[in-house]
């Protein structure tokens, strides 16, 4: 696919106890939705897996603007965990918050701790390679 014509889909996913906010940078476009039933407990961010991935998934599917899903490149999504960071995350905690953005399409997935980006941070933060 000519990189010219193709249509770039980078998102920044904010994630915080059963709920979500995720930016489509390049539309400004954002969606906030609530975990029903929940997908954290008293000790991790992410205790239910499948709920998660569906609001995830969910979310992902309502910024991407159908008609270009042929011309667009696979999203790119940087994972903001904003609680039950005490101590930082566990190989566990990155290997599911890494699944989580595989499993909505994400070809490539970074996963941010400190404080909010901006679209800058967001572009800055996928132009890295991968560790």
């Known amino acids: 696919m000519d ?3 193709a249509v770039f889909n980078t998102l920044y996913l904010r ?8 930016t489509h940078l390049e539309s400004g476009r954002e969606a906030t939705l609530q975990a029903n039933p ?14 998660a991935d569906r609001l995830i998934r969910d979310a992902a599917q309502s910024l991407i603007a ?7 490149l696979p999203p790119r999504l940087v994972i903001h965990p904003l609680e039950r960071l005490e101590g930082g995350l566990s190989q566990v905690e990155e290997r599911i918050l890494l699944e989580l953005g595989k499993g909505c399409g994400a070809n490539k997935v970074v996963i941010h701790i400190g404080d909010r980006l901006d679209a800058a941070g967001v572009r800055a933060k996928l132009a890295r390679p991968c560790a």
Request: proline share 3%; glycine share 0%; with cysteine.
């Open 15 to 22: 994630i915080a106890c059963d709920h979500l906010h995720m």
């Open 3 to 5: 990189e010219k014509r």
């Open 66 to 72: 159908k008609r270009f899903l042929r011309l667009s």
């Open 38 to 51: 929940p997908f954290s407990n008293v000790r991790l961010l992410v205790a239910d897996f499948s709920v």
